[in-house]
C-alpha cells in the first residue's frame, strides 16, 4: 500500500487522476478484478486530473509514507457503495519507507 501511495503522489504530479482501494482482488493470467478495483476505478473518475481519491483505509494501511490526507465525506465507490474517502493532499517521501516481508511455508 506504501508504494501504491507514493506512485499515487507521483501520478497525479504528472496530472492523472488517481483512486487507491485496498480489498480482495481475482486474478486471471492477464486480467485482474474485484470490488476494490472497481472502487478505485470510480473514485478515479471521480477525482479528475491531478487528484487521487482513496477510500479511508488506505491512509491507515500505510502510516508512514509521508502522506497527508483530507476528507471528502461520504461518496459512492462503486462495487464497495458508499464509503469515506479521502484526498491525497500531499506528499513527502520519507528517508525510507516501511514495509514488511510475509513468507509462508507449506
Known amino acids: 500500500v ?3 501511495v507514493a506512485a499515487a503522489g507521483r501520478a497525479t504530479a504528472a496530472g492523472a487522476a488517481v483512486g487507491l482501494a485496498a480489498g480482495e482482488v481475482s486474478t486471471g493470467g492477464d486480467w485482474w478484478a474485484g470490488p476494490a478495483l ?4 470510480a473514485l478515479a473518475a471521480r477525482a479528475g486530473a491531478g ?4 477510500t479511508a483505509i488506505v491512509p491507515k494501511l500505510a502510516p508512514g509514507t509521508g502522506a497527508r490526507w483530507a476528507s471528502v465525506g461520504v461518496t459512492d465507490a462503486g462495487a464497495l457503495g ?3 474517502v ?3 493532499a500531499g ?3 520519507p ?3 516501511p514495509f514488511a516481508v510475509v513468507t509462508t511455508s507449506r
Open 95 to 97: 528517508a525510507t519507507v
Open 2 to 4: 506504501s508504494e501504491a
Open 91 to 93: 506528499h513527502e517521501a
Open 38 to 41: 472497481d472502487a478505485a476505478e
Open 86 to 88: 479521502v484526498e491525497l
Open 51 to 54: 487528484r487521487a481519491l482513496a
Open 82 to 84: 458508499q464509503v469515506e
